[in-house]
């Protein structure tokens, strides 16, 4: 039995003891026959980050087979108005049998499927983001004979009621058990739902981040991913927040992904680990060392940081959490162990024995930047770009690079005048999208379209000076946080 498939929560994985990316078409119509689905959801996320649905009542095995091969027609300027133009708005979602689970929430038994879009001729549509990551990922993989796999940390605030009971120390909620710690259950039952629709959660903790305010409880989490080929690593993502909105909203708890929610209080980010894999080798380190590729790419990275936040931070509230000693970089700069950068490399257990089966194969490097206002397919799209750009680079200069980047053990990489600073505003990512572009363009990757969709986007947030007004100016403040609470 293959041991991905063992104990694993996606009914269809365990129905059909095969992996997910193994499931065919006529594996979901076996399925939903033999369990008496009633409803099939085609989900999909748009261009606010979030998960839309159509819904489809299964009446006869015919209509659930048309469905599931030709897929239907939606309204591509009201998904993607950056991208898609109402003249020619018209685009075709098409399941992806490897995303299929059945709702948790749903009363009537529901098969739900992530969706890929075509244009009006068949072909995977040239915008869209879920596409734009795929051809990275082939990029990445044609460039260096390695594949690229990440995972995330998902930061968020669950927020309820004060009940003055058992009260967590002020932002000291690190990993903090009950019953000081409020949502801890709420939690792991997110985990288990996430689980149930193919996601692969490695643990959940509480954060850094408590206050109460106004009555409320204000209480900080995190669940954190295994690696795995990056295009499922953004499904992962993208499920994640539907599964913990929605059970959030079935516990009556508020829940939030902002960056953050007022100042200083810890911010809630969207790290990206990553590493490269090469015939089931981990390549990030050589001789339980950080290898020469992976030096590599974390030059490319440096080069590019300031424009993957026109990826990753696409709202002006996400500069108000890139400031100095909040546990957030300032600075493009990376180092081992050190919070207070840019690119962290965190201990990987490299000190095994070499004959170990577990040898190097768990080091990563974490992107410690992006939020979760970011659209998390462009997001990995541009750092699977960025790190296959340093791969690509000379190879002197691209480990030149890194070493002028590097941060020692024990320094701070924060709002440090030796390193370039991050943009500090919408306005400022898109100035360095548009010196950036051609890299991101290259290969095909993004299309020059969703490329100036962006830009023109962040641009009228038209914040270069928000910063300064909002401290001036409480009240814009909260306004800001209202308007980017649910945002991603």
């Not at 890929?116 to 915008?127: I, T, V």
């Not at 007004?469 to 649910?486: G, I, P």
Request: glycine fraction near 8%; aromatic fraction near 10%; hydrophobic fraction near 40%.
């Amino acid at each position: 039995m293959d041991k991905t498939v063992e104990m694993n929560a996606n009914e269809l994985v365990a129905h059909f003891r095969k992996p997910a990316s193994e499931l065919t078409k006529a594996d979901i119509i076996t399925f939903v026959s033999e369990k008496g689905i009633r409803m099939v959801d085609f989900m999909y996320p748009a261009e606010d980050g979030r998960v839309k649905t159509l819904n489809f009542m299964i009446n006869n095995l015919s209509y659930l087979e048309t469905i599931l091969t030709d897929g239907e027609r939606v309204d591509g300027s009201s998904l993607f108005p950056s991208f898609v133009e109402a003249e020619s708005s018209d685009l075709y979602v098409v399941p992806r049998f490897s995303t299929a689970f059945v709702s948790p929430f749903s009363e009537i038994p529901t098969l739900c499927l992530l969706c890929s879009f075509l244009d009006k001729d068949g072909r995977p549509f040239a915008s869209s983001p879920e596409q734009t990551l795929h051809r990275a990922a082939e990029a990445f993989t044609e460039s260096t004979g390695m594949t690229y796999e990440a995972m995330g940390e998902l930061e968020y605030y669950v927020i309820a009621e004060d009940d003055e009971m058992f009260p967590a120390v002020d932002q000291r909620g690190y990993h903090e058990s009950g019953p000081f710690a409020k949502f801890n259950e709420f939690r792991k039952k997110c985990m288990a739902y996430i689980a149930q629709t193919g996601g692969q959660p490695k643990y959940g903790h509480s954060e850094v981040g408590n206050f109460t305010a106004d009555g409320k409880v204000f209480e900080q989490n995190e669940i954190e991913f295994l690696p795995c080929p990056v295009e499922s690593a953004a499904d992962q993502l993208v499920l994640a927040k539907w599964v913990i909105r929605n059970l959030a909203y079935e516990y009556g708890l508020d829940v939030t992904f902002a960056p953050k929610i007022t100042v200083g209080k810890a911010g809630s980010g969207m790290h990206i680990h990553m590493r490269m894999m090469k015939a089931g080798r981990n390549c990030m380190t050589a001789g339980g060392k950080l290898s020469a590729e992976a030096r590599r790419a974390i030059a490319g990275m440096m080069e590019l940081a300031p424009s993957i936040t026109a990826f990753g931070n696409k709202t002006p509230v996400s500069y108000f959490r890139l400031v100095p000693h909040q546990e957030a970089p300032t600075s493009v700069c990376w180092g081992d162990c050190n919070r207070s950068v840019l690119v962290r490399v965190p201990l990987g257990w490299t000190f095994v024995s070499a004959d170990s089966p577990t040898a190097g194969q768990k080091q990563t490097v974490e992107m410690r930047s992006p939020d979760a206002s970011a659209d998390v397919y462009q997001l990995m799209a541009g750092l699977c770009v960025a790190c296959r750009h340093g791969l690509e680079m000379d190879e002197q200069k691209a480990l030149g690079i890194a070493a002028d980047k590097y941060v020692g053990l024990g320094e701070s990489g924060s709002d440090n005048d030796k390193f370039e600073q991050l943009p500090d505003s919408c306005v400022a990512s898109a100035e360095w999208l548009c010196r950036h572009r051609a890299i991101y363009e290259a290969h095909g990757v993004f299309s020059p379209r969703m490329i100036d969709g962006i830009i023109n986007k962040l641009r009228r947030f038209d914040d270069s000076d928000l910063r300064e007004r909002a401290e001036k100016d409480a009240d814009l403040m909260q306004r800001l946080v209202r308007e980017s609470f649910y945002c991603g």
